[in-house]
């Protein structure tokens, strides 16, 4: 994607005499009018007082996301990414990912989609700052340079400021192509650069949704039913109604909502409502029955195929290995309880949430409250944990209505408990594994069969809310569910494009519908694809008595990104030559266009898995902040060992057993290991660095476990014998 193929736009001297700039994205049908009217596309701007200022339109959620983007910007422009000012978009269709058409963080796609994009604003910010300096001065452009954010003489006879040209700039012809930098002159790219968003989230200046929002505005809390998509038939708050500080209790979609003045009393209130609810009709309300569905499913013959290699063979076959791997529901729990600040004012209305979907809080809130989407303003804030699971605004729709039910501004917040038990959920999967060895131990066939519900299906059902048109009948929405739900790729991601070149490759996917709802949960359908494949192999290496990185080395295409992390990450864990007691198992997975390599090295401890420490290798193109890569490996690698070794969400009657982390765990810092991350150096445009620590590391840890006990551990979480 090039700006070269965008009209690059000028709002030209809007603001203070100043220069501002912004690019088109894909979907825009009239650049500049649209631009003109939506003043929040222009995402760079100059001031006549020398502020810079970048819009950022990707949410920040832990990822390194402002930094990223700024530092792109900066290289270009000349000036230290410390001196930028951010700001967080509002919604705005130029700024919808040209991906997935949603303005929505997701897929680890922020600085892939948009490093080139980035780099030609700052860049043609340069060029008109520059063109503005000749004019200025006199002197040819040759005789001029520009260095921290000014424009001058090497003798420094000339010394302008981006401030003192911006205005001058604002006049100038925007060029219609610009030159970027070589990557020999970088400065900023590549290198080490302290996180732009460290200082606010120290001092505690930071503002997250649940900080944000106007100061008097009431709290809510929801008294939902225990299970998912229940409805209330009645209720009873004689009580609550008349507890100090409460305000309002009303009946909304999801529940009945208690209004006080603040959290506790709120909380307090609802403790005391009693209701009826309607419970969901289906016989697979328990996880012991949504298992047998699943294990039922995998011994059928209902599968769609998705993939299919070579041919099997007919003979020849000296050994066959055929195994069942299953993964649970997993919860997001992202450290920042949901939360939402809405207000209402005649027929426009503002809410404050940290989203990774504005675009999608403003057509629910539309929705929820019947006012034109184009009147409603979100402020985004910073996100305490995202994972997936702010991609779905269910929270503002909730806020939206009880703020219209009671006509006041209210910040609605949910419990951990109301979050555990509430989620979108990881889907769970169930496998099948059928390999055919030779003689010679080649591996003649690889076929793999999966079940498990839909994602993709959930996604249009629960996108139809607020993005498909209210005169669309029912039937047609769930037909186009049903639809994308039979060949879903997010839930075969990581398995269909199996990288390892067996003779014959065979895939098949069956969708088993179930009433639990589901999200995007961190890497999707990698995250558990990626334990199955990893492990699989990891067994087949185990069949021909051959090492695990040199099995997967010689089953891999020669100089591929596989080959290159694997032979990384061998290095860096001293592979095969752990201490005394200690034992590693090894995982290679690639996602969101990056490849990870990931080896965990174990001892026991009274039975049981001790994390010693962790080695990854990650090929993710040019890494334009190394030590962001590092610590998202780091968090992600964390996030998958934690899954492995604890996660799950069990069901009774419909609703979720899990309520906290006292029962749903993650890691405790006394169990988090050392981990040390590998960067492969490359001239490649950079890929994705957010999810992809996540998927190798339950296989790895899984692998490490049989290196130990021989016990081959198929179903997360791992539970030994």
């Known amino acids: 994607m090039s700006l070269s193929r965008r009209e690059f736009l000028r709002n030209a001297s ?23 009217e939506l003043e929040p596309n222009a995402f760079l701007k100059i001031t006549s007082g020398g502020d810079i200022i970048v819009q950022i339109h990707k949410t920040e959620m832990g990822q390194g996301t402002v930094t990223g983007m700024i530092s792109l910007i900066a290289e270009e422009l000349e000036v230290d990414p410390a001196t930028v000012r951010y700001e967080m978009a509002h919604v705005d269709k130029a700024f919808r990912d040209p991906e997935y058409f949603l ?14 994009p980035l780099r030609e604003t700052g860049a043609t910010a340069l060029a008109m700052l520059m063109a ?11 005789e001029l340079h520009a260095e921290n954010g000014v424009i001058r003489t090497a003798d420094g006879g000339v010394s302008l400021s981006y401030g003192e040209l911006a205005s001058d700039a604002a006049s100038m012809p925007v060029p219609k192509q610009v030159t970027l930098k070589d990557p020999s002159r970088f400065k900023i790219i590549g290198a080490d650069k302290g996180r732009l968003d460290n200082q606010p989230k120290v001092d505690g200046s930071a503002n997250f949704g649940i900080d944000a929002g106007p100061a008097d505005a009431l709290v809510a809390v929801l008294v939902r039913p225990p299970v998912g998509h229940g409805e209330v038939t009645s209720f009873d708050a004689t009580e609550a109604e008349t507890m100090s500080g409460v305000k309002h209790i009303v009946k909304v979609d999801g529940g009945i909502a208690v209004v006080a003045s603040n959290y506790w009393r709120a909380r307090k209130a609802a403790e005391k409502v009693s209701m009826e609810w309607r419970p969901s009709e289906s016989p697979l309300v328990d996880s012991a029955a949504i298992d047998k569905a699943l294990s039922d499913a995998l011994a059928g013959d209902e599968f769609a195929t998705v993939r299919e290699d070579g041919k099997a063979p007919t ?3 000296a050994r066959q290995i055929e195994v069942e791997y299953s993964a649970p529901f997993l ?35 539309a929705k929820a409250i019947d006012i034109d989407d184009e009147n409603i303003t979100v402020h985004n804030q910073f996100l305490g944990g995202g994972f997936g699971r702010r991609a779905i605004p269910d929270h503002v729709f909730e806020a939206a209505q009880i703020a219209r039910a009671v006509g006041e501004p209210i910040r609605l917040v949910w419990s951990r408990e109301d979050d555990t038990r509430h989620d979108f959920y990881r889907p769970p999967m169930k496998t099948r594994f059928r390999a055919r060895l030779g003689t010679d131990g080649e591996v003649l066939s690889w076929e793999n069969w999966l079940a498990g519900p839909s994602l993709m299906q959930e996604n249009v059902l629960n996108m139809s809310e607020g993005l498909i048109p209210g005169w669309v009948p029912d039937f047609l929405i769930e037909f186009g569910a049903g639809w994308a739900g039979k060949k879903d790729g997010s839930a075969t991601e990581g398995l269909k494009e199996l990288p390892y070149s067996f003779s014959h490759i065979y895939m098949a996917y069956q969708n088993v519908e179930t009433p639990v709802r589901l999200g995007a949960w961190r890497s999707v359908g990698h995250s558990h694809n990626g334990f199955f494949a990893e492990s699989f192999v990891d067994e087949l290496a185990a069949a021909v008595e051959e090492d695990p990185i040199a099995f997967r080395r010689r089953h891999l295409p020669q100089g591929s990104r596989h080959r290159q992390v694997l032979d990384a990450v061998e290095k860096l864990s001293n592979w095969g030559k752990a201490p005394d007691g200690h034992f590693q198992g090894v995982a290679v997975h690639e996602s969101f266009h990056s490849v990870v390599a990931e080896v965990v090295e174990i001892s026991l401890r009274n039975g049981k898995p001790k994390l010693e420490k962790g080695f990854v290798a990650v090929h993710c193109g040019r890494a334009v902040n190394p030590d962001i890569v590092r610590q998202q490996m780091e968090g992600g690698m964390l996030f998958g060992l934690s899954a492995a070794m604890y996660g799950e969400i069990t069901f009774e009657g419909g609703a979720a057993v899990q309520s906290n982390f006292h029962d749903y765990l993650t890691l405790r810092m006394n169990e988090v290991p050392e981990i040390e991350v590998a960067i492969i150096e490359s001239d490649d445009p950079p890929t994705g660095v957010g999810e992809p620590g996540t998927p190798p590391a339950p296989a790895a840890l899984g692998n490490a476990i049989f290196a130990a006990t021989g016990q081959r551990l198929r179903d997360l979480p791992f539970k030994l014998a």
């Open 103 to 116: 303005q929505i963080t997701g897929g680890s796609n922020a600085i892939r989609v948009f490093y080139e």
């Open 331 to 365: 919860a997001h729990a992202t450290m920042e309880p949901m939360n939402a600040t809405v207000a209402i004012n005649g027929d426009s209305a503002d809410i404050w949430v940290g989203t990774q979907a504005p675009d999608l809080v403003r057509s629910f809130a």
């Open 14 to 36: 809007v603001v203070g005499g100043g220069l501002t700039l912004g690019f088109h994205l894909q979907g825009c049908a009239n650049a500049q009018s649209e631009a003109t």
């Open 132 to 142: 503005a300096a000749v004019a200025r001065s006199g002197f040819p452009e040759q």
């Open 315 to 317: 003979s020849g076959a």
